[in-house]
């Protein structure tokens, strides 16, 4: 296979988009991620904008019941798996490496090849699109409505293939992380001196290669029930829908955990950083991060307190579910307590963080109400639920992810977003987010159900409806904003490697990084180090100005691009396109991968002719 | 640390425009509670039997705690903001890193709280699985789910008499009423939000609940109609799969139940009628008395495997005159609403299965004239 | 694959491809572990036969679940050939290996067609999708391991494995390992607890 590389030559360089299709280097790689999940939000972002139009009045008919389905099917599996899942996988993807003083993943060319199957899978999913057959069965498509002859056309296989596609890409990119974390860090970096966002990365990382496996096998099983002919859930043949609801909902749990832990380590690094002073209760927030890894393995059946598990089942769950809530309190007061007496800066990122904590309040509350089971049977399947997702993943997740954006956007490209913009980008998300979602509370408790496309004016729903409708114009806004930020802040001026002061040892090196992130690998003086490098230095008469030194990138042996990953990538998408077009694509497909695997391994992570 | 007075010196403009958001947004969330809590048709606000009832007193509990909680901890955090906000020439601040005997009351006191929401209610939970002991004696129904219908089945609605019926549902006042739910297809989920909260109808299973509505919470004379949904997406008309629950007392319901499936007189203008339906509606619809179980179990497998022109489980119409609602609570029964329903059902259920496997739908609307569907109004609504 | 061990800095001492491949394998555990709950939940459902006591041999699967057992102490024998440089043992071990473990796929497809023509399939009841599904991945773990065995010993009669090199016989040696075991806990449950297993017209005892 070596020989493969005399025809097509090993890249060397970062020249061109071949460049591009070939890095490993984990900063580009962020890049890839986040530019290809921000283009999937907008489109989830439009169906959103469908469904809202459609719901704004009683008994309308913009759009018919199928296509309905089919949008709040594709708006919500978008946002899960190709908007937040990549988002947070972009800011691992640039900042752990960074923040714990390595100079790339322990895998490099495995990140870039989640990266591909990550895009690849999402090209498949969306290609459902243009055959017209698109998932409609909800984004958890429980079974028995998800097998035949109740989804009949191939919309539920596109989503199960195409999800075991993506599967895979999160998979190894636990894998690469959890590693990463624990085996990468820089000399003095104990595991008690590591940024939270670092630990929350780790939990989240363990949390994805654990709960992963399960809805392969959930997947697995439906797409053999509908087109080999078993029964695992199908009633006719012994199967019993409720295993579905088990397997999902034992993967899904964990999975919201892994869609908000992120976006809590990101919060907990722009907070200390604008407030001046550390996060307070570090080991409390670490230790809340893993009681809630932990017990979120405990806590699945809540998802299914209408099911007719039984006063018993339900009553653990409840249980359970409530004292779920008590580590993540902890931290909403630890973080409270970092800004106690602290010195507040409002920067966008800053503003974002605390409208996370803010708004994550409101969704964990709504979370303790659904908790208490015979409660949630007059919660569960209603807009209520809807308005405890959006505040916890839209007020949680995407606020802190923002916060994260224009945090690290220096670091990122060496210049900021414009600050006036990114307040108003903040202002309109916030007003919008509120608009939107917190009329969904009363629409739930008045009867509201959800997925349905239509409902009667008699209800007296419409109301809310249209506050809802209008909620999501602003939203719409926001994000055009935020747009035009990116654009307008391409030519402002650069700014220092540090311009926040901030504490972590990112920050001590140029802003874009080198490829070789640091010259020498630092000797890490505690939490907060960079804080602690610029108090010793300010201490000593030499207060710190410039980033760490650049050197010549070919003095420090980095690991080489690949084509292999993006390779192997297609061998993969192909084995799932071929299983839902031409079996004997399949075939080819593993081929392709087994070929890329094996030539991969026998390529030494840096080529002989790059030097060193 | 400066002192307070000085708090609004050159930042006081943008502190009060702080305050004024602030003060906005409480504002916008009490007028939304006011305006947004109604009492109408499907709200859970108002509950008439005591299911209901136990679940909104957990409930309302739970609001104030979520509450006084959301004040009580956002308040901290807004005052933090305003209070700790940066100004001009600040000194680095305390570099504190945490307060032990804190965190652990922090821990501690959430955990008292919220183990004791979680007991209540887990007592709450197990209280409400059965009707008291001693009180009178509860009427059975099984309620089987069906793409986009409900079917109610009486074993014994009175002196041993079977009834089903479809999409209404009556129930005696002041009597439990004890429901077995199934489904014949995919899951669905039974919910009447003013009776009690929902189950879901799930194939292979028989899930058990029970409600009750109390005469003294019903604050309107007998007979009452509460509205029920379908709450588990269920395909195409989920969002049109709707009920009704009529509320009577014992002597008309009993009344109700002696006049089920008495032969029906027949006009003139209603016999072309009868022939009619005899001869295109009795593969899946039945007209005279409870559904025979083989006839259902042959309309299911055809359902189940079958394409055009195979029967389906569809809603018994023995009673249909007595209803008041229309293709599952969606709209009211009336001679108009019924004429277009029976000439295009697909205009207002779309993915209704009478259009797809019905032979007379073959062509689109229906394939009779206005005459023809007339007569058989008449023969549907001269039933009992 | 196959150059010298990498000298490079890991926080733990631990080498990276190894700690990749111990939380690779408790991921996996994960994976089979919900096929395994599906078998367990579906034990006893099944509407028609033929039922596991009518179909399971455990004689039979004794044989080969030794036989894999026995290509684990092979592998074992390879990984200790390699750490003493003896490049005929590592390729003769390897290879005896790979041929166990495809002595043991031969007994699967033997099975399976077996199975198939007492009237067990993936859609006739539950006991055959639970069955084939679980046991079929399993079986497609050892292929993946077979394959990649054989390669490991082309490297080998290359003489590009040695003393330098056992990381990448030890991870291999890992994956193998851990397919074995998983296929012990496959063999207990399905078939010497489960493959007593009737229908539900069959009085106990008889």
């Not at chain 1, 595991?191 to 697995?220: D, E, K, Q, Y």
């Amino acid at each position: 296979m070596a020989t493969i590389t005399s025809v097509i030559p090993r890249p060397t360089s970062y020249a061109g988009i071949w460049g591009w299709m070939t890095t490993v280097d984990h900063k580009r790689i962020a890049v890839l991620y986040g530019v290809t999940a921000f283009i999937f939000m907008l489109i989830a972002g439009i169906e959103a904008g469908v469904i809202r139009m459609q719901l704004a009045s009683a008994d309308n008919d913009l759009i018919a019941p199928g296509a309905y389905n089919q949008m709040f099917t594709m708006h919500a599996t978008t946002m899960v798996f190709m908007v937040i899942m990549p988002l947070s996988v972009s800011f691992f993807n640039f900042v752990i490496p960074l923040a714990i003083g390595a100079r790339d993943v322990a895998f490099p060319r495995l990140n870039a090849l989640s990266f591909w199957i990550f895009l690849f899978g999402g090209i498949l999913m969306h290609v459902s699109f243009v055959v017209g057959q698109v998932p409609d069965a909800g984004w958890f498509s429980y079974a028995n409505l998800s097998e035949k002859p109740f989804s009949a056309d191939r919309g539920l296989d596109y989503w199960a293939i195409s999800l075991l596609v993506m599967g895979t890409s999160s998979v190894a990119g636990g894998l690469n992380f959890v590693v990463t974390i624990i085996n990468l860090r820089a000399p003095g970096m104990s595991l008690m001196r590591m940024p939270v966002f670092v630990w929350m990365t780790l939990i989240t990382s363990l949390l994805l290669i654990l709960a992963f496996p399960v809805i392969t096998v959930g997947l697995i099983e439906l797409v053999m029930d509908r087109n080999f002919g078993t029964h695992f859930f199908v009633p006719s043949g012994g199967g019993d829908p409720v295993l579905w609801q088990h397997l999902f909902w034992v993967f899904g749990h964990p999975e919201v955990y892994i869609l908000i832990l992120p976006p809590m380590g990101v919060v907990s690094e722009v907070l200390p950083t604008f407030s001046r002073k550390p996060l307070f209760g570090y080991p409390f927030v670490i230790f809340s991060g893993i009681v809630i890894g932990i017990m979120g393995w405990a806590v699945w059946s809540h998802h299914m307190f209408t099911v007719g598990l039984g006063p018993v089942a339900n009553s653990v769950f409840t249980i359970t579910t409530m004292l779920i809530a008590v580590p993540t309190g902890v931290k909403i007061f630890n973080w409270i307590g970092t800004l106690w007496k602290g010195s507040i800066e409002f920067t966008t990122a800053m503003m974002f963080a605390l409208g996370f904590v803010a708004l994550f309040i409101v969704g964990g509350l709504s979370g303790v109400s659904h908790a208490v089971s015979p409660s949630d049977f007059q919660q569960q399947d209603t807009y209520y639920i809807v308005a405890h997702i959006h505040y916890v993943l839209f007020g949680g997740s995407i606020f802190g992810i923002f916060a994260g954006t224009y945090y690290w956007w220096p670091k990122i490209t060496g210049k900021m977003l414009n600050e006036t913009l990114g307040r108003l980008h903040f202002w309109l998300l916030f007003i919008g987010m509120n608009l939107t979602f917190f009329p969904m509370h009363f629409l739930g408790m008045n009867g509201m159900p959800r997925r349905i496309y239509t409902y009667s004016a008699e209800f007296g729903w419409e109301y809310m409806n249209q506050l809802a409708s209008l909620g999501y114009v602003v939203l719409f806004i926001a994000f055009l904003v935020f747009i035009h930020n990116v654009f307008y802040s391409r030519n402002s001026r650069r700014v220092s490697h540090d311009p926040w002061d901030a504490p972590g040892v990112e920050w001590s090196i140029a802003s874009p990084p080198p490829p070789y992130n640091f010259a020498e690998v630092p000797q890490i003086l505690g939490r907060d180090h960079y804080w602690i490098v610029k108090e010793n230095a300010e201490a000593a008469g030499t207060p710190i100005t410039e980033p760490e030194p650049l050197v010549d990138p070919n003095s420090i042996h980095m690991p080489s691009p690949s084509y292999w990953p993006i390779f192997t990538a297609v061998g993969v998408a192909l084995i799932g396109g071929g299983l839902l077009s031409h079996y004997a694509l399949s075939f080819v497909g593993g081929a392709i991968a087994m070929l890329g695997a094996i030539a991969w391994s026998n390529e030494p992570t840096t080529a002989p002719s790059d030097h060193h | 640390m400066q002192s307070s007075s000085n708090s609004n010196r050159s930042t006081g403009r943008r502190s009060s425009l702080k305050n004024r958001t602030v003060l906005f947004g409480l504002a916008a969330a009490l007028f939304l509670f006011a305006v947004g809590c109604s009492k109408d048709g499907q709200s859970t606000w108002e509950a008439f039997g005591p299911v209901a009832q136990k679940q909104l007193d957990l409930f309302n509990v739970l609001l104030w705690v979520m509450v006084a909680t959301f004040i009580l901890v956002e308040g901290v955090l807004l005052y933090a903001i305003v209070r700790y906000r940066r100004r001009p020439g600040d000194p680095k601040p305390p570099q504190i890193h945490g307060n032990t005997s804190l965190e652990i009351a922090l821990t501690i006191i959430p955990t008292i709280l919220v183990l004791a929401l979680g007991i209540w209610s887990v007592f709450t939970l197990f209280e409400l699985q059965d009707p008291p002991e001693g009180g009178p004696e509860p009427l059975q129904v099984t309620v089987t789910g069906h793409q986009w219908w409900f079917e109610f089945e009486y074993p014994d609605a009175g002196g041993g008499k079977k009834i089903i019926t479809a999409n209404e549902m009556r129930i005696p006042v002041d009597r439990p009423i004890e429901i077995a739910l199934e489904s014949d297809d995919v899951i669905h989920s039974f919910w009447v939000p003013k009776l009690a909260g929902k189950l879901d109808m799930v194939p292979t299973h028989v899930n058990r609940m029970w409600f009750q509505a109390d005469s003294d919470k019903l604050n309107e004379d007998l007979p009452v109609t509460l509205y029920g949904q379908c709450a588990e997406l269920c395909g195409l008309a989920h969002a049109l799969m709707r009920f009704r629950v009529t509320v009577m007392d014992q002597d008309d319901f009993d009344s109700w139940v002696a006049a089920y499936g008495a032969p029906p007189t027949i006009s003139d203008k209603a016999k072309k009628g009868q022939q009619l339906f005899a001869a295109n509606c009795t593969l899946c619809h039945t007209i005279d008395g409870p559904d025979d179980p083989a006839l259902s179990a042959s309309r299911l497998t055809g359902f189940l495997t079958g394409g055009d022109i195979t029967p389906v489980p569809a809603p018994n119409l023995t009673d249909l005159r007595t209803r008041q609602t229309l293709a599952s609570g969606i709209t009211d029964l009336n001679e108009t609403s019924l004429h277009e329903w029976i000439r295009n059902p697909e205009d207002i259920k779309p993915g209704n299965y009478m259009s797809e496997r019905a032979v007379m739908y073959q062509n689109g609307p229906a394939s009779l004239t206005d005459e023809e569907i007339d007569s058989l109004i008449g023969y549907l609504l001269d039933l009992r | 694959m196959a150059h010298a061990v990498e000298h490079e800095y890991t926080t733990t001492g631990l080498n990276h491809r190894k700690m990749l491949m111990w939380v690779f394998l408790g991921s996996d555990c994960l994976f089979f572990g919900s096929l395994i709950a599906t078998y367990m939940v579906y034990r006893g459902q099944s509407l028609v036969g033929p039922y596991p006591i009518d179909i399971i041999d455990i004689p039979l699967t004794t044989v080969s679940t030794f036989v894999l057992l026995m290509s684990s102490f092979a592998m074992v024998q390879a990984l200790s050939a390699t750490q003493a440089d003896n490049k005929r043992g590592i390729v003769n071990w390897l290879l005896f290996t790979a041929f166990l473990g495809a002595i043991f796929i031969g007994f699967q497809i033997y099975e399976f067609n077996a199975f198939k023509n007492e009237g067990l399939t993936l859609g006739g009841n539950l006991f055959g999708a639970t069955f084939f599904t679980l046991t079929g991945f399993h079986g497609a773990h050892v292929t993946l391991g077979i394959i990649w065995l054989v390669a490991m010993a082309i490297l080998g009669a290359k003489g590009r494995l040695g003393p330098d090199t056992a990381l990448d016989v030890e991870l291999l040696g890992l994956y193998w390992h851990f397919v074995d075991i998983v296929w012990i806990v496959i063999f207990t449950l399905l078939y010497l607890i489960g493959g007593f297993d009737a229908g539900p017209s069959v009085m106990p005892g008889g």
